[in-house]
């Protein structure tokens, strides 16, 4: 029995679409968001040896002003590129993109994706003052 020509058409854009786009991941990526113990620690030597990390060393090594009311949920992300400096990314409920050095806490980098919603504008009681990013 022949299929009607509307789903020839979609099983063939279907089919289409998941050579294209389901083998599209690169010898690096991976289907989390971070490792597998979701540490948000991607890459190279993590520096945290269990010696320094159980000793009166270990403790904060920097701190930094935000803005009134910003808020982070998500949670941050540590990279170490090949043969270079440690860095750490957080995002804010204000919808703003830092990144630092890790070792240092120098700002890199700041970027505002977007302006964030304000709470009493969409009613949602789950972030307090602006809604921005919050995600994992």
């Given at each position: 029995m022949?299929?009607?020509?509307?789903?020839?058409?979609?099983?063939?854009?279907?089919?289409?679409?998941?050579?294209?786009?389901?083998?599209a991941?690169?010898?690096?990526?991976?289907?989390?968001?971070?490792?597998?113990?979701?540490?948000?620690?991607?890459?190279?030597?993590?520096?945290?040896?269990?010696?320094?990390?159980?000793?009166?060393?270990?403790?904060?090594?920097?701190?930094?002003?935000?803005?009134?009311?910003?808020?982070?949920?998500a949670k941050p992300?540590?990279?170490?590129?090949?043969?270079?400096?440690?860095l750490?990314?957080?995002?804010?409920?204000?919808?703003?993109?830092?990144t630092?050095?890790a070792?240092?806490?120098?700002?890199?980098?700041?970027?505002?994706?977007?302006?964030?919603?304000?709470?009493?504008?969409?009613?949602?009681?789950?972030?307090?003052?602006t809604?921005?990013?919050?995600?994992?």
């Amino acid at each position: 029995m022949a299929l009607p020509l509307g789903s020839n058409l979609l099983i063939s854009f279907l089919l289409c679409f998941f050579i294209r786009y389901g083998f599209a991941l690169d010898a690096t990526d991976t289907w989390r968001d971070a490792d597998i113990q979701q540490s948000s620690y991607i890459g190279g030597n993590n520096n945290m040896d269990p010696s320094v990390v159980g000793s009166s060393q270990f403790g904060v090594l920097w701190k930094i002003a935000t803005n009134e009311n910003e808020l982070f949920y998500a949670k941050p992300l540590v990279y170490t590129p090949t043969g270079g400096t440690q860095l750490l990314f957080m995002a804010s409920s204000q919808n703003i993109i830092r990144t630092f050095d890790a070792k240092t806490g120098v700002l890199l980098n700041s970027r505002q994706l977007h302006t964030p919603f304000l709470q009493s504008d969409i009613g949602c009681t789950d972030m307090p003052n602006t809604i921005g990013y919050g995600g994992n």
